[in-house]
């Protein structure tokens, strides 16, 4: 999640690289010379699944949350360069939820602006806590008028596409000749069968599946694997396109690609797939690129957001939101250069929060999608309510990670709880990838700890005895890929390297997400701990 972003324009040329197939018929193209100025990462940090839609000369963007909650982002941009957090699908957690039906796996959420009825709606996936055993992913609907998406509260519908072939995913929608389509993917690569791009009309208010339901296209090139998903589909000229994304998408061993299709009769499901596919695969900037959508700019150019690992951050920032524009080639199909760079500054990415100023935390911070939106208050500042939650880690407040080099800190007003920051992936080997670790430091009115609970328990790495009823500071330096870890604590003017530590990034990697800093309160009383503010400083 990022703060709104002010930035001059930074002035590219790129250079579009040929759109090469399977290496059995690899072609070259003629080079194409982009003429639009893009800031990459779109969205920094870890914004897998990413969505996008045009309501009049705004831009609306949404990206998968997966096992963090609040659900769902809300991003607006005027220019595509520029974008601000503004809103969620879902700001409570599960319990802005219709029956508060979603447990877990938050993702794929799909934006879709009706115009007649000036709404938009929001689909999305979750696996059903409301249903014994485990049946499958189901896609749920929730919309909001498009006049009150900066502050309203989507309404929920509650699952809306059930699939019978082992949970649907990845939903888009398209209206043409007065009906709505829905499309989406049988997740039969969850239970060993095949997958398919499925399509079939939707009622207005987006609550019931009408008509028949129709395959479209499974994967049926050498280069495209086992499995076929994030599809989104647009209309140019005489025909109607589709980009879908093959391979494995979420972790250091992705092969993610993606390729794209077209036909002229949309439910015919007789789909040309082009030849020199794939239009986009890893290079040496970007790892496992794909499943995103297109938006068309009122003069007529198209644009693809989709997610990829940078690969100098690898897993540890997770899937960012890159965005960059499409061209029809000397072929007639619509291509991606596959040549993006990273080159928005480090700077932009800073985040910093004085709690003392505020009676709200701002909405970047995140928690664990399973519990309940923490407890909290101020009084001068930011009182945070403990507890033995996460694995004795205790109650978090998280925001992205956007870059492999950069330093946390927070000034503390020390109680009897342990308050402190962290750095925090996955407990290694959980059963479930949103069981929280983290290895931090903490302060109390009896001394200073560093801890960690990324092997599953609660370890004291080390501790200063230091009474004090005085604030303190505390920071953490991470570098070199995110796998070393500097602790310091500050009293009165002088900074005290406390502890280092090593960590293996990949081994505590969540399936699927980046990394996440924030704040920590641990106290088996219910205390509150008393934050003054917080500072991320990218390096």
């Not at 050498?222 to 494995?248: Q, R």
């Not at 690129?289 to 690898?314: C, I, Q, R, S, W």
């Not at 935390?361 to 001068?380: A, C, H, R, Y």
């Not at 920051?421 to 983290?438: M, Q, R, V």
């Amino acid at each position: 999640m990022i703060k709104k972003l002010n930035i001059g324009l930074l002035i590219i040329s790129i250079v579009f690289v040929s759109c090469n197939s399977n290496k059995n018929k690899k072609t070259e193209q003629e080079p194409i010379q982009e003429d639009i100025q893009l800031l990459n990462p779109a969205l920094p940090g870890d914004n897998p699944d990413p969505s996008v839609i045009r309501v009049g000369e705004t831009y609306y963007a949404t990206s998968t949350t997966n096992e963090w909650a609040p659900y769902f982002t809300i991003y607006k941009s005027t220019d595509l360069k520029n974008w601000e957090l503004i809103n969620h699908v879902f700001p409570n957690g599960y319990s802005d939820m219709k029956d508060q039906w979603g447990e877990n796996n938050f993702w794929a959420s799909e934006l879709a602006y009706d115009a007649e009825q000036n709404k938009i709606y929001a689909y999305y996936t979750a696996h059903d806590r409301t249903v014994s055993g485990n049946p499958g992913l189901k896609i749920g609907v929730a919309w909001i008028g498009a006049n009150q998406i900066e502050t309203g509260k989507f309404t929920d519908n509650g699952p809306v596409i059930v699939e019978d072939q082992c949970g649907a995913i990845d939903a888009f929608e398209m209206k043409e000749n007065g009906k709505i389509y829905a499309f989406w993917k049988n997740d039969g690569n969850g239970c060993g069968k095949e997958t398919w791009i499925w399509m079939q009309e939707i009622n207005e208010s987006r609550t019931q599946l009408i008509g028949e339901k129709k395959q479209l296209y499974k994967t049926t090139e050498p280069w495209e694997t086992a499995l076929v998903e994030g599809a989104c589909f647009f209309k140019k000229g005489d025909y109607y396109y589709s980009l879908y994304a093959v391979g494995g998408c979420c972790d250091f061993r992705c092969n993610y690609k993606t390729g794209i299709a077209r036909t002229k009769n949309l439910a015919s499901g007789n789909w040309e797939k082009y030849e020199k596919n794939p239009i986009m695969e890893s290079n040496d900037k970007w790892m496992c690129p794909g499943h995103g959508t297109v938006v068309e700019t009122p003069d007529g150019k198209l644009f693809m957001l989709y997610h990829a690992f940078n690969k100098d951050y690898d897993v540890f920032v997770g899937r960012e939101g890159i965005i960059e524009e499409l061209k029809m080639n000397e072929d007639g199909w619509p291509v991606l250069h596959n040549a993006t760079v990273a080159n928005r500054p480090k700077s932009d990415l800073d985040y910093s929060e004085d709690f003392t100023k505020e009676n709200k935390i701002n909405i970047v911070w995140q928690w664990p999608s399973k519990l309940q939106k923490p407890d909290m208050l101020f009084e001068g500042a930011l009182k945070l309510q403990a507890s033995n939650e996460n694995h004795d880690l205790g109650t978090f407040l998280g925001q992205y990670v956007k870059t492999t080099n950069f330093e946390i800190s927070s000034k503390i007003n020390p109680t009897d709880v342990n308050a402190g920051i962290c750095l925090s992936g996955a407990i290694f080997k959980s059963k479930w990838p949103g069981e929280l670790g983290g290895i931090g430091i903490s302060v109390s009115k009896t001394s200073v700890q560093a801890y960690s609970n990324l092997d599953g328990n609660y370890e004291l790495l080390k501790q200063d005895n230091m009474p004090t009823d005085t604030a303190v500071e505390l920071k953490l330096h991470v570098q070199n890929g995110g796998s070393e870890i500097d602790f310091f604590y500050k009293t009165e003017n002088e900074w005290i390297h406390f502890y280092s530590s090593a960590i293996d990034v990949r081994k505590y990697a969540p399936w699927g997400m980046g990394y996440r800093v924030g704040i920590t309160a641990k106290s088996n009383t219910g205390d509150w701990a008393s934050f003054e503010n917080f500072a991320l400083v990218n390096k």
